[in-house]
């Protein structure tokens, strides 16, 4: 453990143990707006995520402001962390949430990042998962397995190799699948955007993306679900998503696939970032130098809205049934979220480049 992360962790668990009455009355928000920037478009998961949150988060915090979520997609969400990375605590009235498609970068060693997350203050995480979709033609001749799935030339509207498309782009090539990615997309809903209109055969969506538009497209006849990317277990074992529990994993359709394998170099690689991208997935961050006083508000408001009876219940219906982490917890998975072993990292940067030409060394 960093002598950095470990004084993160000292200071979340200060924030959980010393929320008196009397030092979070000493921060009011009434009458101020809170801006909550999220590096993405406002058609995808992380919208969907972050709009649950914030009147939530608005009820909790003192003096009730107005809490507000702007978008700043671009280059993949590196444009949105390059500009948080610049800005300066004043009033505690900027939140910035981040997702896969910004660790990855970061892990990658990406050229294009100007940002460390290590300077930044976790207050709040929360894990998700990922369906993968194909187009309802394609999607009769899918049996559980890859095998019928492998003569056809699918199109994707992707983000970006180096972002949260990568677990789903690796998890294909594994399969044997033919995937066209069309890169230059700014959300996830502009991926589905696509699909809907015919231009792409192929799609994922995140939970919440998942459960606000793309189930309605299953429901619809125009879109089979063929596979979650899982969840882990208590002891690290990828299993079913408990939000999606009669859709088969990934691990279990590459299991039933004719030439994938659940173990070595490649699938050690994908569960890596796998791991990285989803169960920590979704990290709201206050800007470096904010004072203690307003850390302990934003981490008690949190856990306010984390142990409301009616939480877990709107929470699974809006953006999937996943634990919610605050203070320590939300530091630990902000860790975990941008942490690979150097083999994992060294393997997808090589697949970068000899499927997409993308070098980043």
């Known amino acids: 453990m960093t002598m950095k992360l470990a004084s993160r962790l000292a200071a979340a668990t200060l924030a959980v143990a010393g929320m008196t009455a009397p030092a979070l009355a000493e921060v009011d928000f009434s009458g ?34 107005t809490v507000v ?18 800005q300066e605590h004043e009033d505690g009235t900027l939140l910035f949430g981040t997702s896969g498609s910004t660790q990855f970068p970061y892990l990658l060693n990406d050229p294009r990042v100007r940002y460390e997350y290590k300077d930044w ?8 998962g990922g369906v993968a979709y194909i187009n309802a033609e394609d999607g009769a001749k899918f049996d559980g397995s890859a095998n019928n799935l492998k003569d056809i030339d699918f199109i994707f509207g992707s983000q970006g190799a180096t972002g949260l498309d990568l677990v789903p782009l690796l998890a294909w090539q594994m399969l044997g699948m033919k995937v066209e990615p069309v890169f230059g997309i700014k959300g996830r809903g502009d991926g589905r955007l696509m699909f809907e209109r015919g231009e792409a055969t192929i799609d994922y969506q995140t939970s919440s993306g998942y459960l ?16 979650t990317w899982g969840a882990l277990d208590e002891n690290g074992v990828i299993v079913r998503d408990p939000t999606f529990p009669d859709m088969p994993s990934f691990k279990e359709v590459c299991e039933a696939t004719e030439g994938c394998e659940t173990e ?65 917890g939300a530091a630990n998975a902000a860790e975990q979220a941008t942490t690979v072993s150097e083999e994992a990292r060294a393997h997808v940067v090589d697949w970068l480049k000899s499927a997409y030409g993308v070098t980043l060394e």
Do not use: C, H
């Open 69 to 86: 979520v702007k978008f700043m997609p671009g280059a993949g969400s590196t444009k949105g962390a390059n500009w948080f990375q610049e």
């Open 121 to 128: 203050i976790p207050v709040m995480a929360t894990g998700t």
């Open 264 to 328: 070595g170099t490649a699938w050690d690689a994908w569960k890596a970032f796998f791991i990285s991208g989803y169960p920590s997935q979704k990290i709201a961050f206050l800007p470096a130098g904010t004072p203690q006083d307003m850390v302990d508000a934003y981490v008690a408001a949190f856990e306010a809205v984390r142990t409301d009876p009616g939480f877990k219940e709107l929470a699974k219906n809006e953006v999937g049934d996943y634990p919610m982490f605050v203070g320590a």
């Open 32 to 65: 101020k707006t809170i801006e909550w920037v999220i590096p993405f478009s406002e058609t995808g998961g992380s919208a969907k995520w972050a709009n649950f949150f914030a009147p939530l988060l608005s009820e909790q915090l003192p003096g009730n402001p």
């Open 212 to 227: 606000g538009g793309a189930a309605d497209l299953v429901a619809a006849g125009t879109a089979v679900p063929m596979m």
